[in-house]
């Protein structure tokens, strides 16, 4: 009895967390100027939780979690200082916790991989293709990203984490997620007027870049599917987390940006796929009767989505423009940035460009004024074969390990997540770079009395 009510009072605490985010999507939608505020106030905090515990059961992923999560939150409410700073704070507090928790041996590859995207900053320093660009800057956000990612990855590498703990990571995210959500719903409710072709929605997106949101409210749908499948004992629960997918799916749908939600059903597959095949009888039973439910509700979602988008959701998804005449790029244009940033590593095998010259390299060359899309082009470009070789340390680690070393059912998940995102939105955000870095996570599925007690002769 006493185990019941304390795992109900935990779920009736998550509940008034995610009332407190829908709150803060209420208030800064009409006080803006307070995400100006609500930043500094997180960050003192966030440095606060974790001097305080030093670390000790791995607190540092669940503040990068929740500023992963808050990042395009932030950005949309103007609330972020410049716009690479989650990715800074990501970088600075996982280093604070490898000085409090150490890091694996394992971890060598990604300390290479860091230290291979330098060698593109002493070119961009010799030959910069801009006198114009701020040098620093440039540096700092073209390297922001990729750093972010590899920093993350040394953290994680083999950390050992329940599956208790990796839950409660995941719902920190959600949270800012919640709030984007509700301010998005805020800023403009009446959405049958907004959509007047197929091209990516400003509007449906709470004002701010389509892609990244959508990238985003991928990450919540997937997070609510695990919450729905694994998280949710009760039935106020489960329904409770029915409707918030059902509702950020939707949301997904109309920013027109397929990226998202389409990283998203194919981060559901791996994941839904070993629940089937290696869960126990009951929980393949009600996963198969949850995926059958879940499809209608889904179904019944695109439907309605089309009819409030006019139709121009379908054609959207057919690559077709308003009159149904099929597009002749599938990409939105990216291919021809693709090329570009192709042509550059032919002319710079070795060495690149340098750091942050592809977009001046691609103007000089075409006259188009546009930052990459795509991060495995840019960093060939930009970094040349030491680029090439980090790329393949990102791409093979986490799939090496979990073929040979340790299977876990998410671990394939974020490593989609984070490969497709990078494809069609480059680093621009730091949800996938964090998601990667717990695809190389160990996770435990024994009880958490079992492993606090490891836990406790480990450290004597």
Known sequence: MNKLRERTGKYYTEVFWLLVHIGLGVLFSYARPLAKLFVPILIIQAFVYIFRTKNKNNEVLLICSYLAGADVFMKMTGGLFFSELMKYMIIILMIIGMFYQGISKKSFWYILYVVLLFPGVFVSGIHPLSFEAEFRKVIAFNLSGPVCAGVCAIYCMDKEISYKEISKILYWFLLPVIGMTTYMALYRSNLTTVFLNTTSNFEASGGY?????????????????????????????????ACLLGYLTYRGLLTFSRGGMLTALAAIVPFVFFIVNYGGVKMKSNAIKTLGGLSVLLFLIWGYSNIISNGLLEKRYNNEDALGREKEDALGGREELISYELEAFNENPFLGIGVGNNKYYREDESGIEAASHNEITRIVAEHGLFGLFA????????????????????????????FLTINHNATRISAPLFLYGLSVITLYQKKDEEREKERTVHRQ
């Open 209 to 241: 870049g389509p892609n990244q949101v959508s990238v985003i409210l991928g990450v919540g749908v997937f997070i609510l599917l695990f919450r729905y499948l694994l998280c949710s004992e009760f039935l106020w629960l489960k329904v409770l987390n």
């Open 391 to 418: 790329f393949f340390i990102l791409f093979l680690t986490p799939l090496v390990r979990f073929w040979v070393v340790h299977r876990n059912i998410l671990a394939m998940s974020f490593f989609i997540f984070w």
